[in-house]
């Protein structure tokens, strides 16, 4: 509905990205074949005009035009998808459940937004723990949830333009899940045909009151996975998120990622 469909056939910016993990402790990784949308989580403006497309694995879209004159007040609409084994219900993610995944991504119109990746934690299934982008001022950076902060934009001196096309991937190793050998996740953003990580970066330890149920060291039990796009409400827009060459791929230990038709690198430790 919005965006053109020949960017399904052009080949993923991330094909020169290397993206592998090795496993931790045995979990059920969910196999994801679908996506479910998410829309309206917060609704700061809801006589805004939302539109979507959902192609899952090729291209899932949203777009959402607040374009009244003054600008709306209040914070911001947001949005999610999140990666599904039935196209109903999101796939739940667990503290032992190796998995790494990317898309190509591309935020365009004239609007204040972000939209990134999505690792949200238990607490904050549809909000926090993101690898985000923005416009206009094009920071590059992962945070919120349980995720280690990196900033691309603040180590790389990277920013991103509107209308680009950026790639991002995540990929999340479990390892013991322990003091000694906590979890580990590494976001990759490739722009510009240049690839830029932040390397395996270590979580910290999660409430020890919390556990059970939801673990320590890691993700944590009962997370979701996939994707964002928040609009802000503060500037009149009408901004664009789309997200395309969708690619997930849980355990086993060692993984090759297939994008475009490219093999991506396997890194070993």
């Not at 700061?44 to 035009?65: C, E, H, M």
């Not at 390892?175 to 906590?182: I, V």
């Not at 490739?190 to 919390?210: C, W």
Request: glycine share 10%; charged share 10%; hydrophobic share 40%.
């Amino acid at each position: 509905m919005h965006g053109s469909l020949k960017k399904l056939l052009t080949v993923s910016l991330l094909s020169v990205t290397c993206l592998t993990f090795m496993a931790g402790p045995a979990g059920a990784t969910p196999t994801p074949n679908s996506a479910v949308l998410n829309l309206r989580v917060f609704n700061d403006f809801p006589s805004s005009t939302l539109s979507f497309t959902d192609s899952y694995p090729g291209l899932i879209s949203i777009a959402d035009n607040n374009t009244s004159t003054p600008p709306p007040p209040g914070f911001a609409n947001l949005h999610n998808w999140q990666f599904s084994e039935n196209n109903f219900t999101p796939a739940v993610f667990n503290n032992p459940d190796g998995f790494a995944y990317s898309s190509n991504l591309t935020i365009s119109g004239s609007g204040s937004a972000e939209a990134g990746l999505l690792v949200a934690p238990w607490w904050s299934q549809n909000v926090d723990g993101r690898l985000n982008v923005r416009i206009p001022d094009g920071e590059i950076a992962a945070f919120g949830g349980r995720l280690p902060f990196f900033s691309f934009s603040g180590t790389f001196g990277i920013n991103y333009a509107a209308g680009d096309d950026i790639g991002l991937a995540v990929s999340y190793d479990p390892n013991s899940l322990s003091m000694a050998d906590p979890a580990t996740i590494e976001y990759r953003v490739t722009y510009n045909s240049v690839v830029y990580s932040s390397g395996p970066l270590a979580f910290d330890e999660g409430n020890p009151a919390e556990d059970p149920p939801h673990g320590l060291w890691g993700i944590l039990n009962d997370a979701r996975v996939g994707g964002y796009y928040q609009a802000f409400n503060g500037t009149a827009g009408s901004t664009t998120a789309e997200w395309t060459n969708i690619a997930f791929v849980p355990e086993p230990s060692s993984l090759l990622l297939l994008l475009g038709g490219v093999v991506l690198a396997r890194r070993r430790r």
